[in-house]
């Protein structure tokens, strides 16, 4: 009973077999007859992808074209070369120095940087001992006493670079009823990055003809609408350089951008260094794939496999003779 059960589901299974083989063979046929379809027919397919390639991509521009049109009168900024933009470049340590005075003489009198801390200064910007002497000149809040007045201490290398109000209120009575931003993350947070803040900074023009400015109000074309409370605030020899740069007004925003860039990113340097060793790391396992998978398949895809569906030879069931078992004793 076992056996013939064991015939009848391999002859179930063979004919499921040779079905989905049919259908496989009907999908090749398909695609063989497209193969062989006239020249004109494959024309009209090659264009009919193109044209849905091109589509998808002019959709997207537009779209894209259209969110950064909806930002009312707003000049977008060139393109800069920044050095540390380049595959092979870091960010410019004393452009940054440099740049740390600009905020510390000029910036520092309305913005914060509470995400940047001194100690990620070292190395960077000042060595050790200069990192701690800054961080003493700076008073931070360490507490309030009874009467709900804050308590004050010199900083330290673990103290972030304290904002100039003593709290939100403060900073809005100051500023008209608007806090002024803090500077740690500006450059990642505006569309165009340091393009946008250079140009911001350099960008102060009188209003034209038609446009009535408010009180305390001031043109920019490159901020979104073109009128910005904040004023200009960097001007030629506004400070001096302690290493005899000339102090212009292109220069300050260089080197204050490229401080905000850093402040932005801390740890730039040591992630583009990884990055490089993961571009190269990467490039060898390419390499390597293709040289095994050449290796594997290069001899294997181009032989013909023709299977063979032959019907197997049918099992003959015959009787055995009754008698006695294997190892009996003779009688």
């Known amino acids: 009973c076992l056996s013939k059960m064991a015939t009848v589901g391999n002859r179930v299974a063979r004919q499921a077999f040779l079905k989905a083989k049919t259908v496989q ?21 090659l264009i009919a992808g193109t044209t849905a390639v091109v589509g998808g991509i002019g959709t997207y521009i537009a779209v894209k074209g259209a969110v950064n049109a909806s930002t009312e009168l707003m000049l977008h900024p060139p393109k800069y070369p920044w050095w540390h933009r380049g595959w092979f470049t870091e960010i410019d340590k004393k452009s940054a120095r440099r740049g740390y005075m600009v905020y510390k003489q000029v910036c520092s009198a309305c913005h914060s940087l509470n ?93 034209p003809a038609g446009v009535k400015l408010p009180e305390g109000v001031h043109y920019n074309p490159y901020f979104p609408g073109g009128l910005i409370a904040m004023a200009q605030a960097l001007y030629d020899e506004i400070i001096e ?14 080197d204050v951008t490229t401080f905000l860039t850093w402040a932005g990113e801390p740890y730039y340097d040591s992630k583009k260094a990884l990055e490089f060793k993961a571009y190269i790391l990467l490039g060898m396992l390419f390499v390597g794939s293709y040289y095994f998978y050449r290796r594997t398949w290069s001899s294997l895809k181009h032989k013909l496999v023709v299977p063979n569906y032959s019907k197997p030879k049918k099992d003959v069931l015959r009787a055995k003779r009754p008698g006695k078992p294997k190892g009996a004793p003779r009688s």
């Open 25 to 45: 063979n009907s999908t090749q046929a398909n695609f063989g007859s497209f193969n062989n379809s006239p020249k004109g027919f494959k024309m009209l397919g």
């Open 115 to 207: 995400r940047v801390r001194f100690r990620e200064m070292i190395g960077i910007i000042f060595t050790e001992e200069e990192a701690k002497a800054e961080a003493a000149e700076y008073q931070i809040i360490d507490g309030y006493d009874e009467n709900n007045m804050p308590i004050k201490r010199p900083g330290k290398l673990f103290d972030a670079i304290p904002s100039p109000y003593d709290n939100q209120i403060q900073a809005e009575n100051a500023n008209n009823g608007v806090a002024p931003p803090d500077l740690s993350y500006v450059v990642l947070g505006r569309e165009g990055g340091e393009d946008y803040i250079f140009s911001l900074l350099t960008g102060y023009h009188e209003p």
């Open 241 to 254: 350089y302690e290493d005899g740069t000339p102090a212009t007004q292109s220069q300050l925003a260089k």
